[in-house]
Protein backbone atom coordinates (compact mmCIF):
# COMPACT_ATOMS: atom_id res chain seq x y z
CA UNK A 1 0.00 0.00 0.00
CA UNK A 2 1.64 4.03 -0.83
CA UNK A 3 2.72 5.64 1.59
CA UNK A 4 -0.37 8.37 1.49
CA UNK A 5 -2.98 6.09 1.81
CA UNK A 6 -1.59 4.24 4.92
CA UNK A 7 -1.35 7.93 6.59
CA UNK A 8 -4.60 8.67 4.96
CA UNK A 9 -6.10 5.32 6.70
CA UNK A 10 -4.40 6.75 10.26
CA UNK A 11 -5.98 9.94 10.25
CA UNK A 12 -9.79 8.63 9.48
CA UNK A 13 -8.73 5.82 12.28
CA UNK A 14 -7.87 8.61 14.79
CA UNK A 15 -10.66 10.88 13.91
CA UNK A 16 -13.43 7.92 14.74
CA UNK A 17 -11.26 7.36 18.45
CA UNK A 18 -12.13 11.15 19.02
CA UNK A 19 -15.73 11.32 18.27
CA UNK A 20 -16.42 8.16 20.00
CA UNK A 21 -14.51 9.62 23.03
CA UNK A 22 -14.63 13.22 23.27
CA UNK A 23 -12.21 14.60 25.99
CA UNK A 24 -13.78 16.01 28.95
CA UNK A 25 -13.32 19.71 29.08
CA UNK A 26 -11.38 21.32 32.17
CA UNK A 27 -13.43 22.32 35.37
CA UNK A 28 -15.86 19.26 34.56
CA UNK A 29 -13.01 16.48 35.85
CA UNK A 30 -14.37 16.57 39.31
CA UNK A 31 -17.83 16.13 38.21
CA UNK A 32 -17.19 13.21 36.19
CA UNK A 33 -16.44 10.80 38.98
CA UNK A 34 -19.19 10.87 41.74
CA UNK A 35 -17.53 10.87 45.96
CA UNK A 36 -18.13 7.74 47.39
CA UNK A 37 -21.18 8.01 49.98
CA UNK A 38 -20.31 7.48 53.33
CA UNK A 39 -22.79 4.74 54.99
CA UNK A 40 -23.79 5.51 58.82
CA UNK A 41 -22.99 2.86 61.30
CA UNK A 42 -26.43 0.68 61.49
CA UNK A 43 -26.89 -1.08 65.56
CA UNK A 44 -29.96 -2.88 65.46
CA UNK A 45 -30.42 -3.25 69.22
CA UNK A 46 -32.92 -6.03 71.07
CA UNK A 47 -33.67 -7.35 75.04
CA UNK A 48 -35.66 -7.50 77.63
CA UNK A 49 -36.76 -5.39 80.33
CA UNK A 50 -37.95 -7.68 83.47
CA UNK A 51 -38.28 -7.11 86.82
CA UNK A 52 -36.93 -8.47 90.12
CA UNK A 53 -38.84 -11.74 89.86
CA UNK A 54 -37.94 -12.05 86.08
CA UNK A 55 -41.47 -11.52 84.97
CA UNK A 56 -41.62 -9.13 81.54
CA UNK A 57 -42.63 -5.68 82.04
CA UNK A 58 -44.86 -4.51 79.56
CA UNK A 59 -45.06 -0.71 78.13
CA UNK A 60 -41.68 -0.12 79.38
CA UNK A 61 -39.99 3.24 77.50
CA UNK A 62 -36.70 2.75 76.23
CA UNK A 63 -34.17 5.68 75.36
CA UNK A 64 -30.78 5.47 73.39
CA UNK A 65 -27.85 7.86 73.73
CA UNK A 66 -24.71 8.25 72.19
CA UNK A 67 -21.37 9.49 73.60
CA UNK A 68 -24.30 11.54 76.38
CA UNK A 69 -26.17 12.39 73.32
CA UNK A 70 -30.03 11.26 73.16
CA UNK A 71 -30.20 9.41 69.45
CA UNK A 72 -34.14 9.49 68.22
CA UNK A 73 -34.91 6.40 66.51
CA UNK A 74 -37.58 7.92 64.83
CA UNK A 75 -40.51 6.48 67.29
CA UNK A 76 -41.33 6.21 70.84
CA UNK A 77 -39.80 2.69 71.78
CA UNK A 78 -42.00 0.15 74.06
CA UNK A 79 -41.61 -3.28 75.36
CA UNK A 80 -43.93 -5.53 73.97
CA UNK A 81 -46.78 -7.61 76.30
CA UNK A 82 -43.44 -9.94 77.30
CA UNK A 83 -41.43 -7.06 78.21
CA UNK A 84 -39.64 -7.00 74.53
CA UNK A 85 -37.77 -4.36 72.39
CA UNK A 86 -36.25 -4.08 69.12
CA UNK A 87 -34.52 -0.99 67.56
CA UNK A 88 -32.49 0.04 64.56
CA UNK A 89 -30.51 3.00 65.52
CA UNK A 90 -28.67 4.88 62.67
CA UNK A 91 -25.36 5.96 64.18
CA UNK A 92 -22.29 8.35 62.81
CA UNK A 93 -19.96 6.26 60.36
CA UNK A 94 -17.34 4.73 62.48
CA UNK A 95 -19.11 5.61 65.80
CA UNK A 96 -19.45 2.31 67.01
CA UNK A 97 -16.00 1.59 67.56
CA UNK A 98 -15.26 4.60 69.80
CA UNK A 99 -18.55 5.90 70.92
CA UNK A 100 -20.50 5.11 74.15
CA UNK A 101 -23.92 3.93 73.51
CA UNK A 102 -26.47 3.88 76.45
CA UNK A 103 -29.80 2.16 77.26
CA UNK A 104 -32.17 3.97 79.50
CA UNK A 105 -35.20 2.39 80.37
CA UNK A 106 -38.48 3.75 82.83
CA UNK A 107 -41.99 3.20 83.85
CA UNK A 108 -44.28 4.88 86.38
CA UNK A 109 -44.03 2.54 89.60
CA UNK A 110 -40.69 1.38 88.69
CA UNK A 111 -37.24 3.14 89.30
CA UNK A 112 -35.40 4.30 86.54
CA UNK A 113 -32.81 2.06 85.09
CA UNK A 114 -30.08 4.23 84.79
CA UNK A 115 -28.06 4.81 81.61
CA UNK A 116 -26.75 1.29 80.89
CA UNK A 117 -23.40 1.09 78.49
CA UNK A 118 -23.81 -1.84 75.57
CA UNK A 119 -20.65 -3.63 75.20
CA UNK A 120 -17.94 -1.89 73.23
CA UNK A 121 -17.50 -5.44 71.08
CA UNK A 122 -20.78 -5.98 69.18
CA UNK A 123 -21.47 -8.81 66.81
CA UNK A 124 -21.63 -7.99 62.73
CA UNK A 125 -25.18 -9.26 60.75
CA UNK A 126 -27.78 -8.69 58.38
CA UNK A 127 -30.72 -6.66 59.23
CA UNK A 128 -34.39 -8.05 58.17
CA UNK A 129 -33.95 -5.70 55.33
CA UNK A 130 -30.57 -7.56 54.25
CA UNK A 131 -28.76 -4.76 54.93
CA UNK A 132 -24.98 -5.02 56.95
CA UNK A 133 -25.61 -3.99 60.13
CA UNK A 134 -24.03 -4.79 64.19
CA UNK A 135 -26.31 -6.70 66.34
CA UNK A 136 -26.83 -6.02 70.16
CA UNK A 137 -28.51 -7.18 72.98
CA UNK A 138 -29.13 -5.76 76.32
CA UNK A 139 -31.58 -6.90 78.95
CA UNK A 140 -32.35 -4.68 81.69
CA UNK A 141 -33.74 -5.36 84.85
CA UNK A 142 -36.39 -2.50 87.02
CA UNK A 143 -36.92 -2.35 90.95
CA UNK A 144 -40.21 -1.57 92.20
CA UNK A 145 -40.83 1.96 93.64
CA UNK A 146 -43.02 2.89 96.36
CA UNK A 147 -45.52 4.93 95.28
CA UNK A 148 -49.23 6.25 96.05
CA UNK A 149 -50.47 3.90 93.28
CA UNK A 150 -48.88 1.47 95.87
CA UNK A 151 -50.83 2.20 98.50
CA UNK A 152 -53.87 2.93 97.35
CA UNK A 153 -54.10 -1.02 95.76
CA UNK A 154 -53.05 -2.24 99.09
CA UNK A 155 -55.53 -0.30 101.35
CA UNK A 156 -58.08 -1.41 98.08
CA UNK A 157 -56.92 -5.18 98.72
CA UNK A 158 -57.26 -4.87 102.67
CA UNK A 159 -60.57 -3.07 102.60
CA UNK A 160 -62.17 -5.60 100.22
CA UNK A 161 -60.88 -8.51 101.97
CA UNK A 162 -62.42 -6.10 105.39
CA UNK A 163 -65.79 -5.91 103.72
CA UNK A 164 -66.26 -9.53 102.83
CA UNK A 165 -65.19 -11.19 106.61
CA UNK A 166 -67.00 -8.93 108.15
CA UNK A 167 -69.90 -9.37 106.04
CA UNK A 168 -70.53 -5.26 105.77
CA UNK A 169 -71.84 -6.17 102.38
CA UNK A 170 -72.00 -8.78 99.62
CA UNK A 171 -69.08 -10.35 98.38
CA UNK A 172 -69.84 -9.40 95.05
CA UNK A 173 -70.70 -5.99 95.75
CA UNK A 174 -67.05 -5.33 97.72
CA UNK A 175 -65.44 -6.61 94.71
CA UNK A 176 -67.60 -4.55 92.35
CA UNK A 177 -66.39 -1.54 93.96
CA UNK A 178 -63.05 -2.19 94.43
CA UNK A 179 -62.41 -2.50 90.52
CA UNK A 180 -64.88 0.26 89.93
CA UNK A 181 -62.25 2.76 92.67
CA UNK A 182 -58.66 1.63 90.78
CA UNK A 183 -60.01 2.53 87.70
CA UNK A 184 -61.68 5.80 88.71
CA UNK A 185 -58.39 6.80 90.17
CA UNK A 186 -56.11 5.34 87.73
CA UNK A 187 -57.99 7.72 84.80
CA UNK A 188 -58.65 10.70 86.93
CA UNK A 189 -55.55 11.50 89.55
CA UNK A 190 -53.23 8.68 86.97
CA UNK A 191 -54.55 10.93 84.30
CA UNK A 192 -52.12 14.33 85.71
CA UNK A 193 -49.74 12.31 88.16
CA UNK A 194 -48.66 8.91 87.35
CA UNK A 195 -47.92 8.43 90.86
CA UNK A 196 -51.72 7.58 91.26
CA UNK A 197 -51.72 5.46 88.08
CA UNK A 198 -52.69 1.70 89.16
CA UNK A 199 -54.50 0.03 86.09
CA UNK A 200 -55.51 0.50 82.77
CA UNK A 201 -58.75 -0.31 81.01
CA UNK A 202 -57.62 -2.55 78.64
CA UNK A 203 -55.28 -4.17 81.56
CA UNK A 204 -58.32 -4.78 83.49
CA UNK A 205 -60.29 -6.62 80.52
CA UNK A 206 -57.16 -8.65 80.17
CA UNK A 207 -56.73 -9.90 84.02
CA UNK A 208 -60.40 -11.55 83.96
CA UNK A 209 -59.47 -14.96 83.18
CA UNK A 210 -62.43 -16.36 81.35
CA UNK A 211 -61.09 -19.52 81.34
CA UNK A 212 -62.58 -19.42 84.77
CA UNK A 213 -65.74 -17.95 84.16
CA UNK A 214 -66.80 -19.80 81.22
CA UNK A 215 -65.63 -23.18 83.47
CA UNK A 216 -68.08 -22.36 86.32
CA UNK A 217 -71.17 -20.64 84.29
CA UNK A 218 -71.24 -24.25 81.99
CA UNK A 219 -70.94 -26.54 84.55
CA UNK A 220 -73.67 -24.39 86.54
CA UNK A 221 -75.93 -25.21 83.27
CA UNK A 222 -74.63 -29.03 83.44
CA UNK A 223 -76.15 -29.25 87.14
CA UNK A 224 -79.45 -27.07 86.64
CA UNK A 225 -79.88 -29.37 84.13
CA UNK A 226 -79.47 -32.59 86.52
CA UNK A 227 -81.76 -30.88 89.33
CA UNK A 228 -84.40 -31.50 86.99
CA UNK A 229 -84.05 -35.17 87.43
CA UNK A 230 -84.49 -35.43 90.60
CA UNK A 231 -81.08 -37.85 91.05
CA UNK A 232 -79.65 -35.94 93.81
CA UNK A 233 -82.64 -36.56 95.88
CA UNK A 234 -82.67 -40.26 94.98
CA UNK A 235 -79.03 -40.44 95.67
CA UNK A 236 -79.88 -39.64 99.58
CA UNK A 237 -83.12 -41.64 99.61
CA UNK A 238 -80.20 -44.63 98.85
CA UNK A 239 -78.27 -43.64 101.59
CA UNK A 240 -80.55 -43.98 103.92
CA UNK A 241 -81.94 -47.25 102.57
CA UNK A 242 -78.18 -48.70 102.48
CA UNK A 243 -78.14 -47.50 105.96
CA UNK A 244 -81.41 -49.33 106.90
CA UNK A 245 -81.87 -46.91 110.22
CA UNK A 246 -78.33 -46.69 111.24
CA UNK A 247 -77.43 -43.31 112.24
CA UNK A 248 -73.84 -43.88 111.78
CA UNK A 249 -73.78 -45.50 108.89
CA UNK A 250 -75.81 -42.78 106.78
CA UNK A 251 -73.82 -39.91 108.32
CA UNK A 252 -70.66 -41.92 106.32
CA UNK A 253 -72.53 -42.20 103.28
CA UNK A 254 -73.76 -38.87 103.23
CA UNK A 255 -70.48 -37.78 103.67
CA UNK A 256 -68.95 -40.13 101.21
CA UNK A 257 -71.79 -38.82 98.79
CA UNK A 258 -71.15 -35.67 99.08
CA UNK A 259 -67.18 -35.06 98.76
CA UNK A 260 -67.17 -37.42 95.43
CA UNK A 261 -70.27 -35.36 93.90
CA UNK A 262 -68.54 -32.33 95.18
CA UNK A 263 -65.64 -33.59 93.11
CA UNK A 264 -67.01 -33.67 89.71
CA UNK A 265 -70.33 -30.95 90.55
CA UNK A 266 -69.68 -27.30 92.26
CA UNK A 267 -69.17 -27.67 96.33
CA UNK A 268 -71.82 -25.25 96.81
CA UNK A 269 -74.70 -26.68 94.24
CA UNK A 270 -74.09 -30.23 95.75
CA UNK A 271 -74.76 -28.84 99.11
CA UNK A 272 -77.72 -26.82 97.90
CA UNK A 273 -78.90 -29.92 96.25
CA UNK A 274 -78.40 -32.22 99.10
CA UNK A 275 -79.35 -29.69 102.31
CA UNK A 276 -83.08 -30.30 102.04
CA UNK A 277 -83.14 -34.00 101.99
CA UNK A 278 -80.59 -34.16 105.03
CA UNK A 279 -83.26 -31.61 106.84
CA UNK A 280 -86.02 -34.04 106.43
CA UNK A 281 -84.15 -36.97 107.02
CA UNK A 282 -83.22 -35.21 110.11
CA UNK A 283 -86.74 -34.58 111.54
CA UNK A 284 -88.11 -38.03 110.31
CA UNK A 285 -85.33 -39.80 112.71
CA UNK A 286 -85.52 -37.25 115.30
CA UNK A 287 -81.36 -36.50 114.95
CA UNK A 288 -79.92 -32.58 115.29
CA UNK A 289 -79.38 -32.00 111.54
CA UNK A 290 -76.36 -30.30 112.64
CA UNK A 291 -75.15 -33.45 113.05
CA UNK A 292 -75.55 -34.72 109.10
CA UNK A 293 -75.40 -31.16 107.82
CA UNK A 294 -71.70 -30.39 109.21
CA UNK A 295 -69.63 -33.47 108.48
CA UNK A 296 -71.06 -33.17 105.11
CA UNK A 297 -70.17 -29.58 104.57
CA UNK A 298 -66.85 -30.45 105.66
CA UNK A 299 -66.88 -33.53 103.39
CA UNK A 300 -67.79 -31.14 100.46
CA UNK A 301 -64.72 -29.10 100.87
CA UNK A 302 -62.56 -31.98 100.89
CA UNK A 303 -64.13 -33.82 98.52
CA UNK A 304 -63.78 -30.59 95.68
CA UNK A 305 -60.46 -30.14 96.89
CA UNK A 306 -59.25 -33.53 94.71
CA UNK A 307 -60.06 -32.01 91.46
CA UNK A 308 -59.73 -29.33 88.90
CA UNK A 309 -64.06 -28.55 89.05
CA UNK A 310 -64.30 -29.34 92.61
CA UNK A 311 -64.05 -26.29 93.95
CA UNK A 312 -63.08 -22.52 92.83
CA UNK A 313 -59.80 -21.87 93.91
CA UNK A 314 -58.73 -25.45 91.90
CA UNK A 315 -60.34 -23.56 88.98
CA UNK A 316 -58.07 -20.55 89.33
CA UNK A 317 -54.93 -22.10 90.17
CA UNK A 318 -56.07 -25.00 87.21
CA UNK A 319 -56.06 -21.79 84.69
CA UNK A 320 -53.25 -19.66 85.93
CA UNK A 321 -50.31 -22.56 86.18
CA UNK A 322 -52.09 -24.66 83.20
CA UNK A 323 -52.82 -27.35 84.89
CA UNK A 324 -54.61 -30.22 84.02
CA UNK A 325 -57.54 -32.27 85.26
CA UNK A 326 -55.04 -35.21 85.23
CA UNK A 327 -52.50 -33.50 87.22
CA UNK A 328 -54.61 -32.43 90.03
CA UNK A 329 -56.33 -36.58 90.26
CA UNK A 330 -52.55 -38.03 90.32
CA UNK A 331 -51.72 -35.68 93.08
CA UNK A 332 -54.61 -34.49 95.08
CA UNK A 333 -57.05 -37.78 95.17
CA UNK A 334 -55.29 -39.73 97.33
CA UNK A 335 -54.43 -37.54 100.11
CA UNK A 336 -58.10 -36.30 100.50
CA UNK A 337 -59.27 -39.60 100.42
CA UNK A 338 -57.11 -39.88 103.64
CA UNK A 339 -58.24 -36.78 105.13
CA UNK A 340 -61.82 -38.07 104.39
CA UNK A 341 -61.38 -40.86 105.90
CA UNK A 342 -60.03 -39.55 108.85
CA UNK A 343 -62.92 -37.17 109.28
CA UNK A 344 -65.14 -39.43 108.92
CA UNK A 345 -63.96 -41.11 112.09
CA UNK A 346 -63.50 -37.14 113.92
CA UNK A 347 -67.25 -36.06 113.43
CA UNK A 348 -68.72 -39.69 114.57
CA UNK A 349 -66.95 -39.42 117.43
CA UNK A 350 -67.73 -35.53 117.73
CA UNK A 351 -71.41 -36.46 117.22
CA UNK A 352 -71.66 -39.75 119.36
CA UNK A 353 -74.34 -38.18 121.49
CA UNK A 354 -76.44 -36.91 119.14
CA UNK A 355 -76.31 -39.91 116.62
CA UNK A 356 -77.01 -41.96 120.08
CA UNK A 357 -80.56 -40.06 120.38
CA UNK A 358 -81.91 -40.43 116.78
CA UNK A 359 -85.08 -42.50 117.10
CA UNK A 360 -86.09 -44.44 113.81
CA UNK A 361 -89.71 -46.39 115.19
CA UNK A 362 -90.59 -48.14 111.17
CA UNK A 363 -87.52 -48.15 109.08
CA UNK A 364 -89.51 -50.23 106.23
CA UNK A 365 -91.84 -47.61 106.53
CA UNK A 366 -89.61 -44.46 106.10
CA UNK A 367 -87.75 -46.38 103.52
CA UNK A 368 -91.41 -46.53 101.19
CA UNK A 369 -92.29 -42.86 102.06
CA UNK A 370 -88.41 -41.92 100.58
CA UNK A 371 -88.53 -43.68 97.77
CA UNK A 372 -92.18 -42.20 97.05
CA UNK A 373 -91.14 -38.71 97.55
CA UNK A 374 -87.53 -39.11 96.60
CA UNK A 375 -87.28 -40.43 93.26
CA UNK A 376 -86.12 -40.14 89.51
CA UNK A 377 -88.02 -37.96 87.73
CA UNK A 378 -87.25 -37.98 84.27
CA UNK A 379 -85.07 -41.05 83.36
CA UNK A 380 -84.72 -39.86 79.74
CA UNK A 381 -83.23 -36.51 81.09
CA UNK A 382 -81.51 -38.22 83.65
CA UNK A 383 -79.61 -40.38 80.87
CA UNK A 384 -78.76 -37.54 78.52
CA UNK A 385 -77.53 -36.08 81.90
CA UNK A 386 -75.13 -38.30 83.17
CA UNK A 387 -74.03 -39.13 78.91
CA UNK A 388 -72.82 -35.43 78.45
CA UNK A 389 -71.23 -35.23 82.20
CA UNK A 390 -69.54 -38.13 81.28
CA UNK A 391 -68.27 -37.27 78.18
CA UNK A 392 -67.52 -33.73 79.64
CA UNK A 393 -65.70 -35.03 82.59
CA UNK A 394 -63.68 -37.58 79.75
CA UNK A 395 -62.71 -34.30 77.48
CA UNK A 396 -61.02 -32.98 80.80
CA UNK A 397 -58.90 -35.83 81.21
CA UNK A 398 -57.38 -35.54 78.16
CA UNK A 399 -57.59 -31.75 77.53
CA UNK A 400 -54.10 -31.35 78.71
CA UNK A 401 -53.37 -33.58 75.70
CA UNK A 402 -55.48 -31.71 73.15
CA UNK A 403 -54.10 -28.44 74.51
CA UNK A 404 -57.74 -27.18 74.94
CA UNK A 405 -58.78 -25.40 77.90
CA UNK A 406 -60.87 -27.27 80.53
CA UNK A 407 -63.90 -24.34 80.33
CA UNK A 408 -64.10 -25.76 76.44
CA UNK A 409 -64.55 -29.07 77.36
CA UNK A 410 -67.48 -27.91 79.80
CA UNK A 411 -68.69 -25.52 77.06
CA UNK A 412 -69.43 -28.32 74.77
CA UNK A 413 -70.73 -30.89 77.12
CA UNK A 414 -73.37 -28.09 78.90
CA UNK A 415 -74.48 -26.56 74.70
CA UNK A 416 -75.03 -29.81 73.86
CA UNK A 417 -77.02 -31.04 77.06
CA UNK A 418 -79.07 -27.86 76.69
CA UNK A 419 -79.57 -29.36 72.85
CA UNK A 420 -80.55 -32.63 73.37
CA UNK A 421 -82.32 -32.27 76.75
CA UNK A 422 -84.76 -28.90 74.92
CA UNK A 423 -84.26 -27.39 78.54
CA UNK A 424 -85.64 -23.42 78.01
CA UNK A 425 -82.50 -21.46 77.69
CA UNK A 426 -83.46 -18.41 78.96
CA UNK A 427 -84.96 -20.06 81.91
CA UNK A 428 -81.37 -21.49 82.48
CA UNK A 429 -79.53 -18.42 82.51
CA UNK A 430 -82.39 -16.34 84.39
CA UNK A 431 -82.17 -19.06 87.43
CA UNK A 432 -79.31 -21.40 87.41
CA UNK A 433 -76.38 -19.39 86.41
CA UNK A 434 -75.21 -17.82 89.76
CA UNK A 435 -74.37 -14.60 88.02
CA UNK A 436 -73.07 -12.82 91.42
CA UNK A 437 -70.54 -15.44 91.57
CA UNK A 438 -69.15 -14.84 88.19
CA UNK A 439 -69.13 -10.88 88.42
CA UNK A 440 -67.37 -11.46 91.87
CA UNK A 441 -64.55 -13.45 90.16
CA UNK A 442 -64.24 -10.92 87.38
CA UNK A 443 -64.02 -8.00 89.25
CA UNK A 444 -62.24 -9.48 91.72
CA UNK A 445 -59.40 -10.80 89.05
CA UNK A 446 -59.42 -6.15 87.93
CA UNK A 447 -58.31 -5.86 92.18
CA UNK A 448 -55.74 -8.45 92.13
CA UNK A 449 -54.06 -6.98 88.89
CA UNK A 450 -54.10 -3.51 90.35
CA UNK A 451 -52.47 -4.73 93.50
CA UNK A 452 -49.75 -7.09 90.85
CA UNK A 453 -49.54 -4.29 88.62
CA UNK A 454 -48.16 -1.93 91.66
CA UNK A 455 -45.93 -3.66 92.86
CA UNK A 456 -48.04 -5.04 95.99
CA UNK A 457 -48.00 -8.51 95.36
CA UNK A 458 -44.09 -8.60 93.97
CA UNK A 459 -43.38 -7.07 98.12
CA UNK A 460 -44.99 -10.36 99.39
CA UNK A 461 -43.45 -12.88 96.86
CA UNK A 462 -39.52 -11.33 97.74
CA UNK A 463 -41.10 -11.44 101.48
CA UNK A 464 -41.14 -15.33 101.12
CA UNK A 465 -38.66 -16.01 99.19
CA UNK A 466 -36.62 -13.97 102.12
CA UNK A 467 -38.29 -15.86 104.67
CA UNK A 468 -37.89 -19.17 103.21
CA UNK A 469 -34.24 -18.26 102.36
CA UNK A 470 -34.71 -20.84 99.06
CA UNK A 471 -35.49 -23.86 101.16
CA UNK A 472 -38.42 -25.90 99.20
CA UNK A 473 -39.19 -27.59 102.78
CA UNK A 474 -39.67 -23.70 104.33
CA UNK A 475 -41.68 -22.91 100.99
CA UNK A 476 -43.84 -25.49 101.27
CA UNK A 477 -44.93 -25.28 104.98
CA UNK A 478 -45.49 -21.17 104.71
CA UNK A 479 -47.22 -21.89 101.65
CA UNK A 480 -49.63 -24.36 103.05
CA UNK A 481 -49.86 -23.00 106.46
CA UNK A 482 -50.45 -19.53 105.65
CA UNK A 483 -52.62 -20.26 102.61
CA UNK A 484 -55.02 -22.62 105.41
CA UNK A 485 -55.12 -19.89 108.41
CA UNK A 486 -55.73 -17.31 105.57
CA UNK A 487 -58.67 -18.92 103.68
CA UNK A 488 -60.39 -19.71 107.27
CA UNK A 489 -61.10 -15.86 108.08
CA UNK A 490 -61.50 -14.82 104.13
CA UNK A 491 -62.79 -16.01 101.66
CA UNK A 492 -60.61 -18.48 99.96
CA UNK A 493 -61.53 -17.22 96.79
CA UNK A 494 -60.27 -13.76 96.87
CA UNK A 495 -56.96 -15.30 98.87
CA UNK A 496 -56.23 -17.82 96.14
CA UNK A 497 -56.19 -14.72 93.62
CA UNK A 498 -53.71 -13.08 95.25
CA UNK A 499 -51.55 -15.66 95.96
CA UNK A 500 -51.34 -17.21 92.62
CA UNK A 501 -48.70 -14.55 91.06
CA UNK A 502 -46.93 -15.20 94.27
CA UNK A 503 -46.20 -18.98 93.98
CA UNK A 504 -45.58 -18.62 90.10
CA UNK A 505 -42.46 -16.53 91.32
CA UNK A 506 -41.85 -18.96 93.90
CA UNK A 507 -41.89 -21.78 91.38
CA UNK A 508 -39.22 -20.49 89.42
CA UNK A 509 -36.79 -19.51 91.73
CA UNK A 510 -36.52 -21.50 94.44
CA UNK A 511 -34.67 -24.78 93.55
CA UNK A 512 -37.15 -28.03 93.53
CA UNK A 513 -39.91 -26.30 93.37
CA UNK A 514 -40.55 -26.55 89.12
CA UNK A 515 -42.16 -29.95 89.68
CA UNK A 516 -45.30 -27.95 91.10
CA UNK A 517 -45.32 -28.54 94.43
CA UNK A 518 -46.46 -25.82 95.83
CA UNK A 519 -49.17 -24.83 93.35
CA UNK A 520 -50.51 -28.46 95.17
CA UNK A 521 -49.64 -26.47 99.18
CA UNK A 522 -51.57 -23.39 97.83
CA UNK A 523 -54.07 -25.82 96.65
CA UNK A 524 -54.41 -27.60 99.76
CA UNK A 525 -54.33 -25.26 102.05
CA UNK A 526 -57.07 -22.91 100.30
CA UNK A 527 -59.30 -25.38 99.98
CA UNK A 528 -59.22 -27.74 102.85
CA UNK A 529 -58.43 -24.67 104.86
CA UNK A 530 -61.78 -22.88 104.09
CA UNK A 531 -63.57 -25.67 106.76
CA UNK A 532 -61.80 -23.78 109.47
CA UNK A 533 -64.56 -21.65 109.94
CA UNK A 534 -67.91 -20.79 108.85
CA UNK A 535 -66.71 -17.78 106.33
CA UNK A 536 -63.96 -19.84 105.21
CA UNK A 537 -65.61 -21.44 102.17
CA UNK A 538 -68.67 -20.52 100.27
CA UNK A 539 -70.62 -23.70 100.96
CA UNK A 540 -70.19 -22.89 104.64
CA UNK A 541 -72.13 -19.82 104.09
CA UNK A 542 -74.66 -21.55 102.14
CA UNK A 543 -74.75 -24.67 104.78
CA UNK A 544 -75.53 -21.74 107.37
CA UNK A 545 -77.95 -19.62 105.54
CA UNK A 546 -80.01 -23.07 104.78
CA UNK A 547 -79.96 -24.19 108.16
CA UNK A 548 -81.17 -21.04 109.86
CA UNK A 549 -84.27 -21.04 107.59
CA UNK A 550 -84.96 -24.25 108.87
CA UNK A 551 -84.68 -23.16 112.55
CA UNK A 552 -80.81 -24.64 113.19
CA UNK A 553 -78.95 -21.27 112.86
CA UNK A 554 -74.60 -22.18 113.07
CA UNK A 555 -73.26 -19.63 115.05
CA UNK A 556 -69.74 -18.63 114.10
CA UNK A 557 -67.93 -20.33 117.15
CA UNK A 558 -70.27 -22.99 116.95
CA UNK A 559 -68.99 -23.81 113.79
CA UNK A 560 -65.23 -23.19 114.51
CA UNK A 561 -66.10 -25.91 117.54
CA UNK A 562 -66.63 -28.59 115.44
CA UNK A 563 -64.76 -27.92 112.36
CA UNK A 564 -61.31 -26.00 113.32
CA UNK A 565 -59.73 -28.95 114.87
CA UNK A 566 -60.47 -31.84 111.78
CA UNK A 567 -59.36 -28.79 109.73
CA UNK A 568 -55.95 -28.72 111.26
CA UNK A 569 -55.35 -32.69 111.08
CA UNK A 570 -56.04 -32.03 107.44
CA UNK A 571 -53.61 -29.58 107.17
CA UNK A 572 -51.07 -31.58 108.90
CA UNK A 573 -52.12 -34.95 107.03
CA UNK A 574 -51.36 -32.68 104.22
CA UNK A 575 -47.83 -31.20 105.16
CA UNK A 576 -46.95 -34.82 105.41
CA UNK A 577 -48.42 -35.93 102.50
CA UNK A 578 -46.15 -33.19 100.52
CA UNK A 579 -43.14 -33.32 102.71
CA UNK A 580 -42.95 -37.23 101.79
CA UNK A 581 -44.77 -37.91 98.84
CA UNK A 582 -44.73 -34.91 96.38
CA UNK A 583 -40.75 -33.92 97.06
Not at 92 to 113: I, M, Q
Not at 167 to 182: F, K, N, Q
Not at 318 to 333: P, V
Request: aromatic share 8%; proline share 4%; hydrophobic share 55%.
Amino acid sequence: MPGKTRALLLILALALIILAFPPVPAGMAAQAVPAPQVKPDCLALSGMVVNSQGKGVKEARVEFFVDGERIDPGHEVTTSKEGKYAVELRLPAGSLNRAKVEVLVSKPAFHESGRIPLPRVVEAGVDAKGEFCYLAHQNVTLTRAINAAFWIAAAILLLIYALIALEVMHRTLAALLGGAVILLISYTAGTFSTDYFILSYEDAIAAIDMNVIFLLMAMMMIVGVMKKTGVFQWMAFKAYQTARGNVIALSCILMVITAVSSAFLDNVTTMLLIIPVTLEIARTIKVNPLALLMPEVFASNVGGTATLIGDPPNIMIGSYAKLSFMDFASNLTLICAICLVVTLFYMIWWYRKDYAKARVDDIKAMIERLREEYKITDGKLLAQSLTLLGITIFLFVIHGALHMEPSVAALIGASVLLVVSRVNIVEMLEHEIEWPTLIFFMFLFVVVAGAEETGLIQVIADWVKNVSQGSLVVAIIMVLWVSAIASAFIDNIPFTATMLPIVAYLTQVIPGAQEGVLWWSLALGACLGGNGTLIGASANVVTAGMAERAGHPISFVGYMKVAFIPMVITIFLAMAWLLVVEI
